[in-house]
């Protein structure tokens, strides 16, 4: 018991000291439009084919809709939530679906623009860190490290408008080997005592966070209907700690569509929205159930060739989420108020 309780101190030691000396690295300002709101996009599940022409028709359609309205809305950033590249990740950061699959089809000038990334279950079939690697020389791929936190400033760098925590869910719950075909319960963490350590971190980081909004993301959902429903792991664990520091939302994909949820807990609101359908399309409800009553606000799974993805607006009063499809419909729009 003491050698575990040493190796979880050393873990989380080094977990600290790396991002500590990393803090406000990776931070961006607020690039205000004349209306005084920053946008930006959220998309998960977008990885593509490995095999010619190492693209969808639906990740075409949501990277062309995404580069005419970035252009239009002026947009800030991209938050990337997984599956960044189907089926297998990469192995390398020299791996051609890179050019392939990201650089090639999120070409827009407006997507020029960080991408935040994270890790989903079809990239750990890979090799995760070549594309932590990838990050090293790409101008705009942001991928320091399975977790890691930055925050939006408002334009004047005097006060934190939104923080960002982003989060690997199959460190934490497993699924390292899991495809889309297989709906079996995750079998728990690969090395439980480094998830227990990042457990930490991830509370450490809702403590100190001081922002108005807080938006914490992950590639598995904490609740969905759909075809691989609600993950256990982050219903027992990470759902408390967002309602009791009080964070605005959870993003994240894995179930192919999209789909806005709700719950309440000792008082605290949150809002979940999973945001799946940028290169495969998936209507199932087969979890309907398994969520709490009413908490279902939206759900769409459009054609094969549509897709869609999610354009956050934000200033100091509010903010604005909204599901948009490749016609640059909006699908559905909800609105968050600052947590103080």
């Known amino acids: 018991m003491h050698l575990k309780f040493l190796f979880y101190f050393v873990i989380f030691y080094q977990l600290s000291t790396v991002f500590s000396t990393n803090l406000g690295r990776y931070d961006v300002l607020a690039n205000e439009n004349d209306d005084g709101i920053t946008r930006f996009f959220a998309v998960g599940d977008w990885g593509g084919l490995p095999f010619l022409p190492y693209e969808t028709p639906s990740e075409i359609a949501v990277a062309e809709t995404m580069g005419k309205l970035g252009k239009k809305l002026n947009t800030s950033f991209q938050l990337a939530l997984g599956d960044n590249f189907y089926f297998d990740g990469v192995q390398s950061a020299k791996d051609s679906r890179f050019q392939h699959t990201f650089e090639h089809v999120f070409s827009a000038t407006s997507l020029q623009t960080p991408w935040y990334v994270l890790a989903g279950n079809h990239d750990h079939l890979g090799n995760v860190s070549a594309q932590i690697e990838y990050g090293k020389t790409s101008k705009r791929w942001i991928f320091p490290d399975y977790f890691y936190s930055f925050s939006l400033w408002q334009s004047d760098k005097q006060k934190k408008l939104i923080d960002f925590v982003m ?112 290169n495969f399309i998936e209507n199932s409800h087969a979890h309907q159930q398994d969520v709490p009553p009413n908490s279902l606000k939206f759900f769409w799974a459009g054609s094969i060739v549509f897709g869609g993805f999610g354009l956050i607006e934000v200033d100091k009063t509010q903010m604005n989420f909204s599901f948009i499809d490749r016609s640059e419909k909006t699908l559905y729009q909800t609105i968050m108020k600052p947590r103080f």
Request: net charge negative; charged share 15%.
């Open 167 to 278: 989060i690997d869910t199959v460190i934490l719950c497993g699924g390292g080997n899991l495809s889309d075909w297989e709906h079996t319960p995750l079998e728990g963490p690969k090395n439980e005592y480094v998830a227990e350590a990042y457990w930490q971190w991830i509370e450490e980081q809702l403590r100190q966070s001081t922002a108005p909004y807080l938006i914490v993301s992950g590639h598995f959902p904490i609740y969905s209907i759909a075809e691989h429903g609600p993950t256990k792991c982050l219903v027992d664990r990470l759902r408390p700690l967002l309602h009791q520091y009080q964070a605005t939302t959870y993003f994240c994909g894995h179930d192919h569509n999209l789909q806005h949820l709700v719950d309440d807990m000792n008082g605290s609101h949150l809002d979940y929205f999973v945001i799946g359908a940028a």
